[in-house]
């Protein structure tokens, strides 16, 4: 398992969702679903995304340090901070003699040197002295930031002895749970709704999606993505790379739930693995009030996504890279969706 999929399954079985997850880390939740799919550039330089892989494995109950290795192999090690820097003023070489100017006199060759007068540092030294200056400052506060958040996260933590990087994190979330002590003026972590309470979704219709929006065409082709029929399915168009042949972004199939429902899983038959699939959900089908509330990368042939529990209207499965057919070419394909959630 990868670092975002261990971080994503150790949430889920602590009954948290990700704005519980944002509200104890400070944490944006558009980054934290970016980490939980291992999608580590919404957060910047390397030394905040190790920070943030470490405040949210201690929040959802896992060892940081076996992600943090697997992170440190996937990318360039952390470097050394300058965590003091001095300035060097150069000296000047012993005067050189000049010719004797009125009025006054040249120093006597037999008698002592006079001490080297340092030289003033020229405007580029000092300008970069400030610069260090100021990254000091920037690294030592950064320092501070996460020392807070790691105090406040401690008692969650706990220890392991697995050396599988993910594996081992992997295990103790879901073999090996401790308790965690919690102060009494903490409030409780909200609990996912219990299986009793959840029914099978049925959406009251289905269209094919594309970077600009619901895209015209023969409905019942889309239809055929939510018939419970594995012999029917909704496919896109032929290409020849898993790229879209550079010509859009992504395609997939827009369900309209009919209402405001919260989808708690979406079972997705594929048919090819090796897909990577987002799932966006909104109260609008327009691209704009369409957010990421979950996804997978390397997709099995059918493959259960849990999303971000929040109440949505329309649901797109979205495929951001096409798996490849046994005829050669990159197709995307959606041959049954099963939705389990509830009002």
């Avoid at 943090?68 to 300035?87: G, I, N, Q, T």
């Avoid at 073999?175 to 309470?197: F, G, I, M």
């Avoid at 997939?252 to 209402?259: E, I, K, N, Q, S």
């Avoid at 691209?287 to 997978?296: D, M, Q, R, Y």
């Amino acid at each position: 398992m990868s670092i975002g999929e261990v971080l994503h399954d150790a949430r889920y079985r602590s009954g948290l969702t990700i704005s519980d997850v944002a509200e104890r880390t400070g944490i944006v939740e558009e980054t934290i679903w970016a980490i939980e799919l291992d999608d580590f550039a919404k957060c910047g330089e390397d030394f905040y995304a190790r920070g943030y892989i470490s405040v949210i494995a201690a929040v959802v109950r896992v060892d940081s340090a076996p992600l943090l290795a697997e992170f440190d192999a996937a990318h360039s090690p952390p470097a050394e901070d300058d965590r003091a820097v001095a300035l060097t003023l150069p000296t000047s070489g012993p005067p050189a003699s000049s010719p004797s100017t009125s009025g006054l006199l040249e120093p006597d060759p037999s008698g002592p040197n006079p001490p080297d007068r340092p030289r003033r540092p020229s405007r580029s030294e000092r300008h970069k002295w400030r610069h260090r200056r100021r990254v000091t400052l920037s690294t030592a506060l950064c320092l501070i930031v996460l020392a807070i958040f790691g105090a406040e996260a401690y008692h969650f933590a706990f220890d392991t002895g697995s050396t599988t990087a993910s594996y081992a994190a992997y295990s103790q979330a879901t073999v090996q749970p401790q308790t965690p002590k919690v102060k009494a003026t903490r409030p409780v972590a909200k609990s996912s709704p219990s299986p009793a309470a959840l029914r099978t979704l049925k959406p009251v219709s289905a269209t094919a999606y594309g970077p600009s929006g619901p895209e015209t065409g023969n409905p019942l082709i889309a239809a055929k993505a939510i018939d419970a029929s594995s012999s029917t399915a909704w496919q896109s168009k032929a290409y020849g790379s898993p790229d879209f042949d550079g010509e859009q972004a992504g395609t997939g199939v827009l369900l309209d739930l009919g209402r405001p429902l919260t989808v708690v899983s979406a079972t997705i038959t594929i048919g090819v693995p090796g897909a990577w699939i987002e799932v966006r959900g909104g109260t609008s089908d327009s691209p704009s009030a369409l957010s990421v509330i979950g996804g997978t990368k390397d997709a099995g042939s059918t493959t259960t996504i849990r999303p971000q529990q929040t109440p949505i209207r329309y649901l797109v499965i979205w495929f951001t890279t096409l798996p490849q057919t046994p005829a050669g070419n990159y197709q995307a394909t959606i041959a049954n969706v099963t939705l389990q959630g509830h009002s």
